[in-house]
């Protein structure tokens, strides 16, 4: 890579990742005043229909983002019949699982209101196929979809805040025309850009693209609608086997959990065009991952050690004391992170090498053990009992993939991984034991776990300047030297 694209590469992910940090405040802001005005049950259906749009939207992209950066980036100058095909067949789906929302929500909803967040919700769906993010991700200007993203939440937290000042209340269909509204703006805003940069865009051009995107695509898009079962399809378990409060309580924590999953998409969105472009060099792409993986290990894993006393602090006086059982099951999910923090990088390393199977396999055989115990633990714990299916199908998916992504790589970064979970483990267990046998105020021992995860980082030997020039190396074609 030469310094320009490594210039590229360094300035699109720190804007991602500082777009994701604003995405997250504001999506925090949304569900603060949407839980409080709705309530437990209200806020429970419309993440049900949240989470039902999201496995229908997975289904929709068909996993063609992934491919098309993928095949673009192997073959830019084809790039017009590969955004053409791309179009068509997000257009297929996206229009056909609209349609069928409208007839389901009119045919089945008794309640006025509930009929109309499915089909504002679904509606969502429409503008999936203008969606440009992986064309910018492409052509390594991921950083001009971040506008696009930060002014539709603006728009979606503004018109959500204006219908609550107007009427003092706020209803669930006003929560869903705000939801979709984020989308709405993204796409305009992302056009917008795409005609100032001259894109010449041609969705309708004639392309040969549309059967291999298909082709290539099916295990994408079966391991995207996986994933989602192990997190938003609890959601819609809940509702069928457990109450609407509990409903409610699984919601609320798996929406917490969504701004991570923003900022773990964009570490992606980011790792997976470098991992194309060495995919078939096996060297190469041992060499970037035994840095990719420990940077990767140091803002997930040490987020999850604080994240999860931070549950404890802070979502009941945010939430009101109704959405007390939401802390337990969000900190469950949350806990998984240390384990599955990484799980997209496992995949998108076997993707670029070529392997597709495995990842999909691991999924599918999670996503079983998931459905399981979901059966057995739901009815008798709610939320609780889908939290725990949840990372039960995530941990399977990961460590099935494990050994074959050893065979194909072998990072030696063992060591590393360990000291880091150390440390931000110790953080989350000083947190539990300082508040189980002192009167310290819980805002305080928040405040000494952050100290010792930091002291636990330091002394390992994770916090040095030399590991800030070793992520910089990964940019560069001399990035070949082996981790410390």
Sequence with gaps: ??????????????????????????????????????????????GYVLSLVMIASAIAHFGLPVMAVREITQRPFEEKEIFAATFRIRSILAVAFFVGAVLIGGFTSRDVAHRWTMWL?????LCLPFDLAFLFDARKMSRWDVPGRIVGRLVSVAVLVLLWWQRGRLSVVDVALCSSLLMVVNVVIAWGIAFRLDFGLRPLAVTREAWKLTRLSVPIVWSNVLTLAYSQGQTVLVKWLSTALQTGFYALAIRLF???????????????????????????LTTRLEHI???????????????????????????????????????????????????????????ASGDARTPTVGLTVGCVFS?????????????????????????VSVVYAIPKFLRISRPRVAGRLSRIAASSIAGCIAFFGITAVSWMPEAAALGLSSLVILAGLGLSGEIRRDRVRTMIALFKKDSGGSVR
């Design 258 to 284: 969504t701004p991570i999953l923003i900022f773990k998409g964009v570490l992606y969105r980011v790792l997976l065009p470098l991992v194309s472009e060495v995919g078939r060099d096996r060297e190469a």
């Design 371 to 395: 459905l399981l115990v979901s059966a057995l633990l739901i009815p008798r714990f709610g939320a609780v009992g889908a939290a725990v299916a949840a990372c039960v199908g995530e941990v």
């Design 1 to 46: 890579m030469d310094s320009t694209l490594s210039k590229k590469t360094v300035g699109n992910a720190t804007i991602l990742t500082l777009g994701a940090a604003a995405e997250m405040v504001l999506q925090v802001f949304f569900l603060l005043i949407a839980g409080r005005e709705l309530g437990p049950e209200e806020f429970g259906f419309y």
């Design 293 to 351: 993986f420990p940077a990767l290990s140091l803002i997930f894993m040490p987020a999850v050690g604080l994240g999860i006393p931070a549950a404890q602090v802070l979502i009941v006086p945010l939430f009101g004391v109704e959405y007390a059982g939401a802390v337990l099951p969000f900190q469950i999910i949350l806990g998984h992170m240390l384990l599955t923090g990484m799980g997209s990088t496992f995949g998108g390393a076997l993707l």
């Design 121 to 125: 919700m679904f509606a969502y769906l």
